[in-house]
DNA sequence: TGTACATCAGTGAACGCGCGTTCACTGATGTAC
DNA sequence: TGTACATCAGTGAACGCGCGTTCACTGATGTAC
């Protein structure tokens, strides 16, 4: 039986780490495709980047690893794209829209990827993995990121909140629940999602008097 | 030994429903413990029912049919805990709070069934299933409460809403994202789950002028 | 009444499958001498 | 310069496991006659 459709042609010597990346690069796309979790085998991975099983432990301690550092490029992907969308703008109120306008783009874009980011049910059994705190680390970054930004619209005068980390707190919960829902319930008749968004920011953050 | 098709189907002998409930009884359980909707296998159900794996076979179709009557079972509950906090209110804002409250302590206190209603990943391969469309109705359902909740209030004069549909999707966003994140990041340092759920409230669906 | 029998609620063994992981290996490539 | 050899980037076979599902069966129980 041939498992792997054509043999694989060699990296060059000291290009190793080459096939790393093709793998985190096949286990990203397999992710995107089924949209599983669970479907990300280390078998699985392997078939998707033309290898065999064995090779992946040359690059990942098991199969665990390589979920993780597809967690990581999500990471990256999220905290790239909220900076994107903010830099250079220098109204508080713009700039805030404009960071949230990036969070929920990445996770209506990529909903796979925000979903292993976020949507990661605990095991009870095991302590904490460092990836998953990581995960925390991303919410804590971005959260931060988003109370700063209601902070600077108190501080400008355009937004009356009095308690602007309570205030994020609402306001990541309903961008988060709301590309959830968007991603899980597609057929449901939703608003436009920028106007959900507006709506959002403008309600929980920029309170009038 | 021909086998033939009988014309009218009999009645189970009596005992027979009484192992059905049990097997979700085992099932529903396994799912509280674990947390993990892929730790219910066929087999790890049986084990916890104190049964071999193929007696399940008289009372479900196949594994995902156990997973589907988990869901049923949720989303009766989830029903139940909104109409039983709604009950005899008259007053349409406290109704309103009353309700949402009911959401969001199922949600909470139940965190892996609500997940399992609403968190499912949508696997692209197979078609809808009877039940992820009870999932779209139990939203629907559930998501009618609350725009309902939210004219009413309008109509008393208690909020200033122009678009109670999109203003009840955005609470219903809020209050979706707010308990997965509080049951996914239970380190993160959330202010009162009833301050949070009042704040959605108030500026979301409540506005004044 | 006794008894034969259908029905019921399961059991126990077995199957083929994909999985994660291990182990020994292989063939190409660069390097020391 | 040629050649022996270490290193590298993988391969291929095998393992034990838990899984979903099937099959033939069993022992208790209610019922017809």
């Known amino acids: 039986v041939i498992e792997v459709e054509s043999v694989r042609e ?4 000291g290009q190793g780490a080459r096939l790393r990346d093709e793998i985190v690069e096949a286990a990203t796309a397999l992710l995107d495709e089924t949209g599983r979790e669970d479907s990300l085998t280390l078998r699985a991975v392997a ?3 033309n290898i065999t099983a064995p090779s992946i432990y040359a690059h990942f301690a098991d199969r665990e690893a390589i979920l993780d ?3 990581e490029q999500a990471f990256l992907g999220l905290i790239a794209s909220v900076e994107s969308h903010t830099a250079g703008i220098a109204d508080p109120v ?4 404009a960071g949230c306008q990036g969070y929920v783009d990445f996770a209506t874009a990529q909903p796979r990827h925000y979903r292993v980011l976020f949507n990661r049910q605990p095991d009870p059994d095991e302590p904490r993995t460092p990836v ?5 680390l991303t919410g804590e970054r ?4 988003l109370v700063d930004g209601i902070a600077a ?8 909140s009095v308690d602007p980390f309570a205030d994020a707190a609402v306001l990541w919960s309903a961008m988060h629940g709301f590309a959830m ?4 319930l597609p057929h449901f008749p939703w608003p436009k999602p920028d106007y959900m968004l507006a709506t959002m920011i403008d309600r929980i953050a920029l309170i009038h008097d």
């Open 10 to 13: 060699r990296n060059p010597r």
């Open 47 to 49: 078939r998707r980047a």
């Open 69 to 71: 550092a597809v967690i």
């Open 94 to 97: 713009e700039s805030l829209h």
């Open 132 to 136: 998953e705190q990581l995960s925390d």
């Open 142 to 145: 971005a959260f931060g990121l």
């Open 153 to 160: 619209c108190v501080e400008a005068g355009r937004s009356g």
């Open 181 to 184: 829902l968007y991603d899980g």
